[in-house]
């Protein structure tokens, strides 16, 4: 046990006997809910997206556009003065291929989940999102075009997943 | 070991509600006051160690650290979290400071308690799981528990309570940073409904949303970025068990022990005599009255009557709660150490407009961190090196 206390209380257990259930536990679910306010810059972001675009805020100091958007450079840390929309298309900066799901259980299709860096937002700027209609997995490249797929307006709430997905695109 | 001291400070709130901005919108702007008010100073540039305070489950974030830097200036800099109230980081900036290593730390601390739909069910989840949750039951009634005991031993009288509730809502209504001041009468307060007994509804707190930003700095630095530097005398902290079973139910002995630790570093004697007004935890009216006790700013089961003699009141020999306390300016969850400490920084500074107490020179900031903790913290702070 340690070098003053040869002994605590309680008797070593095996695994058979967690298995049986002879370990006794207390389960409880937390009822724990929230409603983030999306605030100045990430409202206005959902609102564009509802419109089929992608809005950016600029810093004019650090001559940055800046998505997703902000009310403050976090470079120069001066509030942004400007918004532009980018474009809806961009490079896949890197991306993974998810074989699990969330409770990680095995997936008959994976996902594949993608930085990009769109097109008229600064360097290194732009949106995580999933790639779809890509074939063969092993096809998808770093530095690959993709372009955003919109679900139709009618269906559009403001959410991220009002863009469906990014597909490749030939350059 | 050099002195510190508070060189800044940044509020945003303390509101009912803020849908119209996010946590990091509410951060940014506290932030942006707090390095103005601190002489201007460029955080991206001018300060060693961020440290904010927040706890995971009141945000709605797993590892919520990771969610505040770019808000604060603190991107790619030195910036680490305390799961706590907010007075717990003032500490920690102030031993960082005083190991010589740091000149200029910044502390946040914010409530966003309007985006938490199920406030009350997340109190709960603090509870012990397996001796006090499956019991049932809004998790106040612990405060209910403990009033009454308090009461009980004491002789603490439900007037003596209800008149902290007068005396701090109309504190309040002087006090821009308040959310909830108001004109109540002792009557009213005690026929506001029952809700944990003997607890009744006016005599417990609101949440609120509010931030609030400091910066604390060495004595070297301090002394060129503003002319009214608050001064750091002492801080403490202490918990108790957390157990309900064994706790006192009585005297808020971490409060005792936090104070006693900050009054040996401040060299506070006699309390009531060596400082002049202070801002004490009253999530409940009659927690203002325990803690003064545990305090040592009266003996025990005396500060009911010193309240109900108004010897408390803002024109009172020792005002506390000059702000309006919590109950008048809003439960700020982790922000609640900062509310205190924000109150007497602005009443030492002269800066406490219509509701500031005439020649000070030092006063208390007290924190508890509400139910169903047994954690306090205590600052003494001086506008005299």
């Known amino acids: ?171 | 070991m050099c002195e510190v001291a508070i060189v800044g400070v940044g509020c945003v709130g303390f509101r009912p509600i803020t849908l119209e901005l996010s946590y990091k919108e509410l951060m940014f702007e506290a932030a942006v006051k707090a390095y103005e008010d601190a002489g201007g100073i460029d955080p991206r540039k001018d300060v060693d160690v961020f440290v904010t305070c927040a706890e995971d489950y009141l945000e709605g974030f797993s590892i919520f650290d990771e969610f505040v830097p770019d808000q604060l200036g603190a991107a790619l800099r030195h910036l680490f979290t305390v799961s706590g109230d907010g007075m717990l980081g003032l500490a920690t900036a102030y031993m960082l400071i005083k190991t010589g290593h740091f000149d200029t730390v910044v502390v946040e601390a914010h409530s966003k308690a309007s985006d938490i739909l199920t406030y009350m069910d997340i109190v709960n989840f603090g509870l012990d799981p397996i001796f006090n949750r499956p019991l049932g039951g809004h998790p106040y009634y612990i405060a209910g528990l403990e009033m009454n005991r308090y009461l009980h031993d004491t002789c603490t009288t439900e007037e003596q309570c209800a008149q902290v509730v007068v005396k701090n809502k109309k504190n309040a209504i002087a006090n821009p940073y308040a959310a909830y001041g108001a004109d109540v009468t002792l009557d009213q307060v005690l026929c506001s409904k029952t809700l944990f007994h003997p607890l009744k509804k006016l005599e417990i707190s609101t949440p609120a949303d509010g931030c609030i930003v400091m910066v604390l700095a060495s004595e070297k630095v301090a002394e060129k970025l503003t002319d009214k530097p608050v001064w750091v005398k002492g801080v403490g902290w202490c918990t108790e068990t957390p157990s309900l079973e064994t706790r006192d139910w009585t005297r808020a002995i971490y409060t005792r022990l936090a104070a006693e630790m900050a009054y040996k570093t401040a060299g506070i004697a006699n309390p009531w005599r060596d400082i002049d007004f202070a801002e004490i935890h009253d999530m409940f009216a009659y927690k203002e009255l325990q803690h003064m006790e545990a305090l040592k700013l009266c003996d025990y089961g005396e500060a009911g009557k010193l309240t109900e003699e108004g010897l408390t009141a803002l024109e009172g020999e020792f005002p506390v709660n000059a702000s309006g306390g919590l109950l008048g300016m809003g439960f700020g969850l982790e922000a609640s150490g900062l509310q205190k400490v924000l109150e007497v920084v602005l009443q030492l500074r002269g800066e406490a407009g219509s509701r500031q107490i005439e020649d000070v020179e030092a006063g208390l900031a007290h924190t508890w961190r509400g139910i169903p903790t047994a954690t306090g913290a205590v600052a003494v702070l001086s506008n005299v090196k």
Request: with cysteine; glycine share 6%; proline share 6%.
């Open chain 1, 1 to 171: 046990m340690s070098a003053k206390i040869k002994h605590f209380p309680g008797e070593p257990i095996e695994t058979r006997e967690f298995r049986e259930g002879k370990v006794l536990t207390e389960s409880f679910k937390p009822k724990a809910k929230y409603a983030w306010s999306a605030g100045i810059a990430v409202s206005r972001f959902l609102e564009e997206l509802k419109n089929g675009r992608i809005i950016a805020s600029t810093c004019s100091k650090c001559k940055r556009i800046m998505v997703p958007p902000r009310i403050y450079c976090e470079k120069c840390f001066k509030p942004t003065d400007g918004w532009t929309y980018v474009k809806d298309t961009g490079v896949i900066n890197t991306f993974s291929v998810s074989f699990l799901a969330a409770d990680a259980t095995r997936l008959k299709e994976p996902i594949v989940v993608a930085i990009i860096d769109l097109d008229g937002a600064s360097e290194n700027m732009g949106i995580v999102h999933r790639i779809e209609e890509y074939g063969d997995w092993k096809e998808i490249k770093i530095g690959m075009r993709v372009k955003a797929v919109w679900k139709p307006p009618e269906e559009r709430v403001g959410a991220i997943t009002d863009i469906k997905y990014f597909k490749p695109v030939k350059e």
